[in-house]
């Protein structure tokens, strides 16, 4: 049974950074795809970055302008999304998924599993 769960969420003002933590249980993580997503209230799931598995090629949406960078650590079984000047426009929940088959998909339908999600809120 593979069970995501992602920490480090919480609050922050404008410019500052947080690094969300999505760890994986019942597999190594290694094995998967791991994605990032979020979802702002009233409006649609969106993708965010995301990483393959194995060597550890990495995508991210033109939206978040290079501001944020996705990493994997397979010895701790985690992937990490360190998220550096933030706007009050990134306030959502973030959530990660995992597929163990296939690209970094940027629809939600294309991931098997998906963690409870952790609020990140931007002050103004």
């Known amino acids: 049974q593979v069970q995501l769960q992602e920490s480090g969420g919480g609050l922050v003002q404008t410019g500052g950074s947080l690094r969300l933590s999505c760890g994986l249980s019942g597999r190594p993580i290694s094995d998967y795809v791991i994605g990032w997503f979020r979802q702002a209230p009233g409006k649609e799931r969106e993708f965010v970055a995301g990483?393959?598995?194995?060597?550890?090629?990495?995508y991210s949406s033109d939206s978040i302008q290079g501001r944020f960078t996705v990493s994997r650590d397979n010895a701790k079984n985690s992937v990490y999304l360190e998220m550096n000047s933030l706007k009050p426009e990134d306030t959502a929940v973030y959530s990660c998924?995992?597929?163990?088959?296939?690209?970094?998909?940027?629809?939600?339908?294309?991931?098997?599993?998906w963690g409870q999600g952790t609020q990140v809120t931007v002050s103004s």
């Open positions: 998924a995992a597929r163990i088959v296939g690209r970094v998909g940027v629809q939600s339908w294309e991931w098997d599993y």
């Open positions: 990483i393959m598995s194995g060597g550890g090629t990495t």
